[in-house]
């Protein structure tokens, strides 16, 4: 009895690492030195990230064996930013860089501070600003320094940012949760605040989901801070259905990637190989992320070479061609309602639609002329 209550609570403990990994894990014994249990059916994999300054090569090749919250919205198609291909192909031959950007960074560097911003939240829009001055601390938070696998699902992996240990009181209901919950920190925009209704991107929601199932909790909260300034929590109860999408979707592009696996590591000809990995993969997703991947791998043609086409190709190809043609035949009576309109407004800079917008017209002379349409609502009624 009381062995089953205590690994109810996440161990997060760095005792014990090494241990021998249950048969649905098996497959990860080359990263058995870094596990422990840290929960029932959850295993914890505290690999760390740097080794005396250096990258740790398995802390990157460990996310090859599993498919990781950040990756799972690219999955279900609610990543604007992903794609499926990418993704499938970076599980099988295709690295991708090690690479930092301008947000990549400062995520890391202010991950922690908005952290602690978290532990003043009152459930108030500005009540943290008053804790914070006065040390009031609301509720504490632990780092979660490891990858969790639930044995249940062997092909998912969790990297959170931090636990919210049980036994607190909610900000947000005034009752104690006794359960352990996880918490996610990010940084938003301003555009992609005003963007989405909840105030965050689709695939935050879909990551912390992710993080819920892996560690069989129901509940998360996600703490974000908007352009550097307004701070809020959004406390996150289990969705069930979008849980069922993500085990469903990610267990058949899980097979994919076995399949692909076993074909690419067959005898046979380069060329062919990656010709029947290609017969199985996803469809790309239309973002900006499948065209990086594409140059990058198949930056070189083959030459002279010549095939038949089939009838499902063809059939791309006139719907290609057709929508071609149907934009052509937008831009040209978008161009003709531009011109309408810069007719109906030579004598105005502005005019204005009230609560609805605006048009501007502005042709100061020596100076750069400006045309917009700021209207909205118009797609109301």
Known sequence: MSTTLKMNKIDLSLDNLGCKLPEEIAH???YAKYAKQIKEDVYGFFIPQFIEGKRNEDWYSFR?????SSEIATIIEMDEYG???????????YDI?????????????FEERISDLWEFYDGTETGWVDNWTQANKIRTKVPIPCYA????????????????PGGQVSPFTGEVIESDASLEIKMVSQFASEKYELGIPHRYVVQTNLQMIVLGITYAELAYLVAGVDFNVLPLDMDLELC???IVKSYEFWNRVTMARDIYNSEGDELEIDRKITEIEPEPSGNEAYLEFYKDKYKTSYEDTLRAGEE???????QYKTCTDDIALLEKTKEKLKQKIMSFSKYD????FGDNGRILNKRPEGKRATFRVNIKNYKEG
Do not use: C, M
């Open 28 to 30: 990860l014994e080359e």
């Open 64 to 68: 090859k064996n599993t498919l990781g």
């Open 83 to 93: 794609d499926s291909v990418k993704l499938f192909r970076s599980k099988i031959d």
């Open 97 to 109: 860089p090690p690479f930092a950007t301008k947000f990549t960074v400062n995520g890391l560097h």
């Open 149 to 164: 696998i639930n044995i249940n699902y062997p092909h998912l992996s969790a990297s959170l940012d931090f636990l919210i």
């Open 244 to 246: 069922q999408e993500i």
């Open 312 to 318: 499902q190709e063809w059939d791309i190809a006139v």
């Open 349 to 352: 800079e502005v005019i204005s």
